[in-house]
């Protein structure tokens, strides 16, 4: 007789609820008149992402304790819960900023393709085995990889999109080749039982450490496994940019950091030195190529390299305060990073090309809401007061000081210093320079306003100050969160 | 410990005779000498025998869709192998787990076939 595993219906919620979206939304992108195919589609992706976040939210009020179901495949703890309400709300926010993007064509399936990403990754968050670790990131990343390519008329999103699904597929593979070796050296699957396998030092357990921790780096776009990142979040539709730069660092940061602590408790002298060496690299090479970028959405790519070393710095502490900073850091992240990528859409959609820090002139006075938005946002990756920002970082560097990386602290309130000379630069063209100056020219004069956009940025704009004055609930939720994994 | 890779060993050895002797045969089995000309002396690739392969050549997209429809279904098919033997200990489970699969394809095959890419023109 076969055992046949049970299914929590209640912990795959979120992804079923996106997983339906998508098909739905499929199905309608091909059946319903095709005046309303993009309507329907969008208005479900919208729904399943708004739902997933909402059973996320109940999945972590009803779970106290950690359990893995389905035959140990997947956890249910409050950590996933928690990426999974973040990344739900990412979501919904992004079809906002989707909803004006001018396309000619499979108007519909985009947001098919977004609510299917959305699905891998909220599942991906609740790996508990190598097997559906690899099964999730390979389900978001063939969607994403459709994703960035989708603009087909313009050669940067083909060229981006070869170039995430080349990298993409390497960075895949490594993670693939560590696990086997993992395997290898256990016979076990299981995160809790990789650890409680006692492998030691084996050298194929910490060759496959190195390679499945390489892997995720990939995803995670830290250096020196970023370079894929400024070309890609550059080339891809400003909406699928804005998705991934935030919701595939969320799922990938959070995953990381489960399987380091999960599987790999024994060698964390090991991987708090990797981690800690990734994080300086990121953090240098980050903010010091920021410098260097005249196109927004490139500078904006390097920013996230360097706010990955960020979080990676939290990580590295490999202490429960590092992974409280580490989910707080997200959450502002993510709305401060939605929200830049959906101002710069927005100047796209006016300008007709790819926004350089010229073209942003005197964007500040022309759109009062994108300016000021985009304002907050440059503040607020600096880190500075009145926004989540500060706390994130704030916290990152207690962590890391507490668990004694005090050259880590250094490196990060350094980089923060050189971080604000670009981040104001932004600010600066915003709004000491008009178009009419630099002769920015619209594209067939002024578009009328894209209200779904500005909503989200005003929502992305309320989380980022929001994270700031209600700092103690999120960090009540990351603390709920953290005690999932075992430190 | 070895001879848990017995099985592979075998594998691997039919894996390398098939190939092998489809080549020796053909060379055996012709009754009288056959014309080695250039043209039978090229690569066969379905139907495609003008030289070496080509980077510039160019094939409709239609040979590109039906192929990865087949894998698709093909695929979906070899799944039913271990359901049909396994069919009686696993009982509804399994078929419930199967019909789940199915049903994600079949949202993917109407996609597809109201998309036209069955459509050879």
Known sequence: MIDTPKVDWFALGPTLALLGASGVALLASVLVPAWMRKGVAAGLAFLGFALAAILGGAVFAETASPETTIAGSMVQDRLGAFAQVVVGAIGAIVVLVSWAEPRRSHRGEYYALLAAAGAGMVFFVTASNLMTLFLGLEWFSLCLYVLVAYDTHRARSLEAGLKYLIVGGFGSAILLFGSALVYGATGELGFAEIAAAGAGSDPFLVAGLAMVLGGLAFKVSAAPFHMWTPDVYQGSPSSVTSFMSAATKVAAMLVLLRVLTTAFPEEREIWTVAVAVLAAVSLVWGNLAAFAQRDVKRLLAFSSVSHAGFMLVAVAAGTEAGAEALLYYLVPYAAMSVGAFAVVAARERELGRDVSLEDLAGLGWERPLLGLSLWVFMLGFAGFPLTGGMFGKLFVFTAAYEAGDWWLVVLGVLATAVSIAYYLNVVRWLYMRTGADLGVALAGGSPPRDAALEVAVALTVLVTVGSFFAAQPILDAAADAARSLPF | ?121
């Open chain 2, 1 to 121: 410990m070895l001879s848990n890779w017995l099985p592979f060993l075998f594998y691997a050895l039919f894996a390398a005779a098939i190939p092998a002797s489809m080549i020796a045969l053909s060379f055996l089995l012709p009754k009288r000498p056959v014309a080695r000309t250039r043209q039978k002396l090229l690569p066969f690739e379905s139907g495609v025998s003008e030289g070496p392969p080509d980077r510039e050549r160019r094939f409709t997209i239609s040979f590109y869709l039906t192929a990865i429809l087949f894998i698709l279904f093909d695929i979906e098919v070899v799944f039913l192998y271990p359901l049909a033997v396994r069919l009686e200990e696993l009982g509804w489970f399994g078929v419930g787990e199967l019909a789940v699969f199915i049903g994600i394809l079949a949202v993917a095959f109407v996609y597809v076939w109201r998309k036209g890419a069955l459509r050879w023109s």
